[in-house]
């Protein structure tokens, strides 16, 4: 239905990948290689799904992800996914590149729904700092400081669009960017490569709101974001738009836990985790393995695609639905009692790659018998 009402631009920028789009594909394939251990005769009829992320609960443990220009889905943007959280009790992230302004998204907030801001750190950080103070006083409790992209992805199906909308979050865009590269390169020319560790402090006297760093990708980084004072981390690979053949973040997740274990932080940073999670068995498998709750892109642009809010409001159901039946089906009432003996993660670690023809050897050698 999405696929049908985006326009070609639009559906190339949303739905690409880096490069041969492996990890696009493994970051849902890998939650195929866990494992559920259903149990039985176990009293199930009152389910609460409801958990606390930063001590603001929500119905059940899905943040609607950062992802950037909603118009491109529809026109009322990212109000859809503001409405479709507060009929969900839910938090959504707002995002650098937003098609709205975070002044504009959290107008239509419902009374004591709740927000968080994503930052793509600029180059100019007095352009950076604006930002951050314009989301806090719209009431935004948590900045998500996206690390995983100091240079964009090659998001081949994007690129050789050439399209370019606008995103107004972000103040003042320069718009001498290259144009043919894609939407993705064009918007993120202003994102500062040069982001390091060191900074996470000046963020954190800059606000007072909780720093999340997001684009974790191994249990090193995780533990130095512990170390430097984050409050979570997102264990994430952008949604398979940066390096392919990264790991997806629910392979990856398990290590992480054993790392902050190991130096004192488990319990002490929210840990989260995004990529892949398309029904709610795979947010019960990220719950089990140690996220605190999940974040959920795409579905939420396809679904406001096709039917804006309405659409938002219910795949969110849908989610929700799905999740509750695999507490139940898993023995379990409350999300709290979700641990690792509830999946089996034997296979996790074995990649079956379906990789890309290359034609080189065919084509492009010839060997010196035949010169």
């Not at 039985?40 to 059940?60: A, H, L, P």
């Not at 264990?235 to 392979?251: C, K, P």
Request: contains cysteine; positive net charge; glycine residues 8%.
């Amino acid at each position: 239905v999405a696929k049908n009402c985006l326009s070609a631009p639009a559906y190339a920028y949303i739905s690409s990948g880096s490069d041969d789009e492996v990890t696009l594909r493994e970051n849902h394939s890998a939650f195929g290689r866990i494992w559920l251990k259903p149990r039985v005769m176990v009293n199930v009829r009152d389910i609460d799904m409801s958990t606390e992320v930063f001590g603001y609960k929500m119905s059940f443990p899905v943040l609607i992800a950062p992802t950037a220009l909603a118009k491109l889905a529809h026109p009322d943007g990212e109000k859809c996914y503001c409405i479709g959280a507060g009929n969900h009790e839910i938090i959504q992230i707002v995002p650098t590149l937003g098609s709205l302004t975070v002044e504009e998204i959290t107008a239509v907030r419902q009374p004591n729904q709740i927000h968080f801001m994503q930052l793509y750190v600029n180059t100019d950080r007095k352009k950076t700092e604006s930002l951050v103070k314009r989301a806090e006083k719209c009431g935004c409790k948590a900045l998500f400081i996206t690390v995983d992209a100091p240079q964009m992805g090659r998001r081949e199906k994007d690129m050789r669009m050439k399209y370019v909308p606008q995103a107004t979050n972000q103040e003042d865009h320069d718009q001498k960017g290259n144009r043919g590269g894609g939407t993705a390169n064009y918007l993120s020319s202003f994102i500062d490569p040069a982001l390091n560790w060191s900074d996470v402090e000046g963020f954190k006297k800059m606000t007072n709101m909780k720093i999340v760093i997001k684009g974790i990708q191994c249990a090193e980084d995780a533990v130095l974001a512990y170390k430097h004072g984050a409050h979570g981390i997102v264990v994430s690979n952008h949604g398979g738009r940066q390096l392919d053949y990264s790991r997806s973040a629910i392979e990856t997740l398990p290590e992480v836990m054993d790392a902050l274990e190991k130096c004192g932080a488990k319990g002490k940073m929210e840990v989260f985790i995004d990529g892949g999670i398309r029904r709610g068995t795979d947010i019960l498998k990220a719950i089990a393995l140690g996220a605190k709750a999940v974040l959920v892109g795409r579905p939420i642009i396809y679904g406001a695609a096709g039917y804006g809010a309405d659409g938002v409001t219910k795949v969110l159901q849908l989610l929700k639905d799905e999740f509750r039946t695999a507490m139940m089906l898993c023995g379990t009432t409350k999300v709290k009692e979700i641990d690792s003996s509830m999946v089996s993660t034997k296979s996790l670690h074995h990649h079956y790659v379906a990789s890309p023809n290359i034609d080189m050897m065919e084509y492009g050698y010839q060997p010196f018998s035949k010169l």
